[in-house]
């Protein structure tokens, strides 16, 4: 069976002070790991997609990085507005058209 | 056009009630899905449309009934639901498997 595992499950850091969100995965071949940012009582919004081990993305002050096993989502020098939880989703080959989900990091961001 | 517009935002629903969630897409994705989210817990997969066919259905009650009227539109069609069903209903569309999927906004039902 499939599983996604984040931590920690919830996170406080001051403005400023650079942190890691870690993603773990077990599938059964990764056609695609996704990171999701998701503000209360909102849909998710997509952030990146890792194809494969070694890859590395960046967006602002975020960047996505891909092992065989996990996924790290670092956060430099973070902002206030950038406290929401954070969804890490896998895809696998050749199973169902859809996401596994972990249960997500709650990232709040203090002045 | 980069949404997906889902409607109504709320819902207030009897347990006898029928009503209807819609979602609308215009980026020519050729995957649409259905996405159930409890209070503090990730999205759950409910069902994959794959060019206007239904593909999976993870083992939804029958109370659930999905359409894809066409490559633009899917609706949850809701019947004879109970309090537990409460919860954000997610929108999501995409190019295929291995791309990134576009959420919308959700639906936010009460089951009363």
């Known amino acids: 069976e499939d599983q996604v595992t984040q931590s920690p499950e919830a996170l406080r850091l001051q403005e400023g002070e650079s942190s890691s969100l870690n993603c773990s995965y077990t599938?059964?071949?990764?056609?695609?790991l996704f990171w999701y940012r998701q503000d209360p009582g909102k849909g998710p919004e997509f952030l990146f997609t890792?194809?494969?081990a070694g890859e590395e993305k960046e967006k602002e002050r975020l960047k996505a990085t891909l092992t065989k096993k996990e996924s790290f989502l670092h956060i430099t020098a973070p902002k206030p507005e950038d406290s929401a939880t954070y969804l890490c989703a896998a895809q696998a080959r050749g199973g169902a058209d859809g996401l596994t989900f972990g249960k997500g990091t709650h990232l709040i961001i203090q002045p | 056009d980069t949404e997906v517009t889902q409607t109504p935002k709320h819902l207030v629903m009897g347990m006898t009630n029928k009503k209807s969630l819609k979602c609308e897409q215009h980026?020519?994705?050729?995957?649409m899905y259905w996405y159930k989210q409890k209070a503090k817990k990730p999205p759950e997969l409910m069902f994959v449309?794959?060019?206007?066919?239904?593909?999976i259905n993870e083992s939804v009650p029958s109370r659930f009934s999905p359409e894809c009227p066409n490559s633009s539109l899917l609706n949850l069609h809701l019947h004879a639901l109970q309090p537990e069903d409460s919860a954000l209903y997610l929108c999501?569309?995409?190019?295929?498997?291995?791309?990134?999927?576009?959420f919308g906004s959700g639906t936010r039902l009460t089951v009363v």
């Open positions: 449309y794959s060019y206007e066919k239904l593909s």
């Open positions: 980026m020519g994705h050729r995957a």
């Open positions: 890792l194809y494969s």
């Open positions: 599938v059964s071949g990764l056609r695609g």
């Open positions: 999501a569309s995409s190019h295929g498997t291995g791309t990134g999927y576009t």
